[in-house]
């Protein structure tokens, strides 16, 4: 049957959307389609049918689109940035009303999409011909991250190719093999895989076994990427990664960098005629339990100076400032993931300018420095950090040696911002310090849970109760005079319970709390009420009772809050009696999901499981949030940093 058509050029304007177009379109991305079309034209014309409009004087014709509807808003969209004429003409293919429905039919049916492989090879082709990735880019409304992923997948091996036509592997599966450039090492880490081992993530860590990831390693932000790139190290950057996350390929040659900057921090600070230590090491890296092989010297904190002072007031100030926009976009509910990142990439560096204020604050005495020495690594965030004032074992002498008496020991531990400071932390190693990303009262509520679970832990672990309150005498009894490490055993004694209320309002309602509280209840009904007569019937106690109300009164001085100097003592007890904060507490709205922004409630859903933030969790409302995340994070025993068990 052959069927007449009508060509005709029609203005823009005078081109309809119809109801009989059978592809129902809904408001929607046309910037591609409109960028092919600027570059390449309109290689299809739109078919219509004729429609009368108006009224009287103004009854005139024009035409509906029936196939054809995304190229005319593609037009629209060109013709509204200016980039076609108001009286641009369409060129269109006329059809009679009756024939509408069918010809719209016919051309949303029997088209095959193009395949993958064939735009990966023709995205090819066109760069291979001389076209820029950027000029290939903007021809078909792309990103030039979005062509160099397409060049990369046409850059595979012609066999996994040959195998994703034939659909006997996924798209997921090539990005992760792209890993690879070798041919060979694509098609072993798929062929001789088990299938168990085909899943993205499993072929990403076969690939890179080996390797240092950048993103993870301390050492790789200390020496930098194109430090490590210069010495001819060789960096595997993943292009479908969101991140583009890199992988080094040559982990002594880092580790070699690494060493030579440390050592020439360390030569500095050796021929810096005012420090004056007895050595200077540089380490690669320094746990918690490396830095206990260390003896820390009591310094002294000198007041700052004016410019210090107006430093550290300067700070301050804009802590603060960033704290009440945090609670403004909080409220607002209309904050976007870049300006948590904004907020908290400032709250760190403001957190790292106060550090260093305040480490520049300690000195310590010229026989000091003659006895101990300074250790020069890296921190876990990349960074360089100089630890002075440690003295080896052997190198401890009496306080009389130092020329100076006993009890000029520094009793005042507050740093100059005017907060607590650890007595037994090595500058720059202090697990107290406040992490830049949780607020303070956060820290607080934090600690005062993980104290009452300490509490609760010592009830039934004597032995190490007896410990901690012997430690806490032998420290004071056997210690050296000028030197008085605090303990998480405060025996003059001063029980902790309010304060732990002060800095936790919810404390109370926790299974910490109430095993404490169930304990002292059991005994309070025993004790006698007339103080006269309580020491006889201690006396008369069994020893076995005696020792579990000794357990009980011991845990109730416990205290490892911020600021009670007793940092590196509160992880030894952790780890002695088995603590697990997880058998303890967990993130509800009250105890910490209401205390952070949105990107942390989110980043907690991402580190507990795969599949907890789909729902589109990351464009709700701060409350509709915190209640999602309650509940999806109940039961799967996620910890915040700082109720982690400590790695030492």
Known sequence: MELKKELLSIKLGDLLPSARNVRRHAPGEVQT???????QGLLH?????????????SRRLRFEVVAGER???ALLLLQGEGRLPADHEVPCELVPPERALEVSVAENSGREALHPADEFEAFKAMVDQGRGIEDVAVRFGVTPLTVQRRLKLSALSPRLLALYREDGINLDQLM?????DDHAVQEQAWFEAQPWEREPAAIRRRLTAGEVEAATSALAGFVGIEAYEAAGGVVRRDLFDDAQSRFLSDPALLERLAAEKLEAHAATIRADATEGWKWVEARLSLDHKGLRAFVPCEHRTRRPNEAESAALAELTQRDQELDAEEEALMDSGEATGDDWERIGLEQEEIEARRKAIQLGLRTWSEGQRRRAGVIVTV??????EVIRGLMRPEDRKPAADEGRPADEAVHDRRDGAGRAASASTPAGSSPERREAALPESLARRLAAHRTMALQASLLRQVPVALAVLT??????AFGDDYRRPPSVVQVTPQFSGNALKAAADDLEGSAAWQAVEAAKQAWAARVPTAPGDRLGWLIALSSEELLELLSLCIALTVNVLPGAGAAFEANGLADAVGLDMADWWEPTAASYLNHVPKVQIVQALKETGPGLTDGGVESMKKEALVACAAARLAGKRWLPVPLRKSTA
């Open 471 to 476: 430690h806490a005498i032998v420290n004071r």
């Open 71 to 73: 190229r005319r808003r």
């Open 176 to 180: 992760a093999l792209a890993l690879s």
């Open 33 to 39: 389609l409109a960028a092919l079309i600027a570059s």
């Open 379 to 384: 921190s876990r965030t990349g960074d360089l």
């Open 45 to 57: 014309p739109l078919i219509v049918t004729e429609r009368l409009g108006g009224r009287g004087a």
